[in-house]
């Protein structure tokens, strides 16, 4: 098989002996992509020293059909996101991202704009930009790439004064709000205030400038929506789903 070559950034990484590793790599035209990178921890070699979560190269890797692993031959790093670490929400809002693309992704899948949009993400989050509102956008385009968008248009008669409506996660859409006692099908309970947030980062891939989202509360109130949902897709929590918002 010729060999590919793709920029990528890393998912996560795994020690394979005293100086290989394995690695989960995000590629903009190939997906995520799991390989084998032997001799990747020595000093000197084609690998630039090794993978870190979060680090921005080229990969070059020989891909059989039907094996576990690719066979990674070279990396040449580009970027390695040093003052993401120096802050921890930050850290935590990194390390989320690169989880939410490997846990919501098959592998050799494709997804250009998601791709795109977690090298903004990540950008943003080293020049020392609002995390949650990069994660608000980055868990945003994640269920929309991955056909899991909610549909926030109103329901039917919501009430002219309802500051409070229902979500069906399991219809993926808004619904009246019955009130706190109602009972039968799940209904999450969502502010109005929190859907203009929502609604306004539609189609806004790309973190702004600090200030664009004012409201500290509303921004968690959303992010944490989103993750709900995302969490209702995965049937699980993610660990660092719960250290990112139990920082937040």
Known sequence: MPPITDDAYVLRHWPYSETSQTAALFTRTHGVLR???????????PFSG????????QIVAIIK???????????????????????????H??????????????????HPDLWDA???????????????????????????ET?????LSE?????????????????????????PDHVGAELWRIRVATLGLLRGIDHTRAPEAPGALD???ALLRANLFLASCLRWVLGRELPTMTALFDQG
């Open 65 to 91: 059909p039907g094996a576990e692993l690719a066979i990674l031959t070279e990396w040449s790093l580009a970027r390695r996101p040093r003052s993401i670490y120096q802050r921890l929400l930050a850290h």
């Open 93 to 110: 809002a990194g390390l989320y991202i690169a989880d939410l693309v490997r846990h919501t992704l098959t592998d050799a899948d494709p």
């Open 50 to 57: 090794g993978f870190e979560t979060l680090d921005l190269g």
């Open 147 to 151: 056909g899991h968008r909610p549909d």
């Open 35 to 45: 390989g084998l990178a032997k001799g990747a921890r020595r000093d000197k070699g």
């Open 155 to 179: 329901p039917p008669d919501p009430g002219s004064e309802a500051a409070v409506l229902g979500y069906d996660p399991a219809a993926g859409r808004l619904r009246p709000d019955p009130g």
């Open 215 to 217: 409201d500290e509360q």
């Open 118 to 144: 977690m090298d903004h993400a990540v950008r943003g989050l080293d020049s020392g930009l609002d995390p949650l509102e990069i994660v608000l956008r980055f868990q945003w385009v994640t269920l929309d």
